[in-house]
C-alpha cells in the first residue's frame, strides 16, 4: 500500500457491499484504499453483508477472526425505516429489476445513515439511485473479473 492512498467515496460514511469484501485483496491499489478508507473511520458494514461474509467462514477460528474485525467497524443496522425504504425502492425500480433482497436492505441500511454504498456489483446503480445514495465502486466495472 501506498501511504498516499486515496480513501473510497466522498469522505462521508460507506457501507461495503459482500462483492467488495470478497474482492478487497484482490491488488494493492484497492486493499490500499481500503485500508485508508478504514483508517478515516469511514467505513461501515451492515448486518446483512456481515451475515453473508460469516458464511463464508471455512472453521470456527475463521469465524471468530471474521466476526471480531466486522464487529469493530461502526455498524449500519436494519431498521424497520430501512425495511421500508427498501421496498419503496423494489416498488420504483418495479418488476424490471429483480434484485437480491440482501441488496434492497444493505442499501437501504446505508441510506437512512446518508451513508454511500462501496460495492462491485451492478445491482447497486440502481438501487442507489432509487435511494438516492452515492455507488461507489471498489474498482472499474468489469476490471476484477
Known amino acids: 500500500m501506498t501511504a498516499d492512498a486515496e480513501p473510497y467515496g466522498s469522505g462521508s460514511l460507506v457501507v461495503f457491499d459482500t462483492s467488495a469484501w470478497n474482492r478487497q485483496r484482490a491488488n494493492d491499489e484497492i486493499s490500499?484504499?481500503?485500508r485508508a478508507t478504514?483508517?478515516?473511520g469511514a467505513l461501515?458494514?451492515?448486518?446483512?453483508?456481515?451475515?453473508?461474509?460469516?458464511?463464508?467462514a471455512r472453521d470456527q477460528a475463521a469465524f471468530h477472526r471474521l466476526d471480531a474485525a466486522l464487529s469493530a467497524l461502526p455498524q449500519a443496522p436494519v431498521t424497520r425505516t430501512s425495511c421500508s425504504a427498501a421496498i419503496a425502492a423494489s416498488r420504483e425500480l418495479g418488476g424490471s429489476?429483480?434484485?437480491?433482497?440482501?441488496?434492497?436492505?444493505i442499501a437501504a441500511a446505508a441510506a437512512e445513515r446518508g451513508?454511500?454504498?462501496?460495492?462491485?456489483?451492478?445491482?447497486f446503480e440502481p438501487l442507489c439511485e432509487a435511494l438516492g445514495i452515492d455507488s461507489v465502486w471498489l474498482a472499474e466495472p468489469g476490471s476484477l473479473d
Do not use: M, Q, T
Request: positive net charge.
Open 32 to 34: 490500499g484504499r481500503w
Open 44 to 56: 461501515s458494514v451492515c448486518p446483512v453483508a456481515a451475515l453473508e461474509i460469516l458464511a463464508s
Open 97 to 105: 429489476r429483480r434484485l437480491p433482497a440482501a441488496d434492497y436492505l
Open 38 to 40: 478504514l483508517a478515516a
Open 115 to 123: 451513508a454511500a454504498i462501496l460495492h462491485y456489483d451492478r445491482h
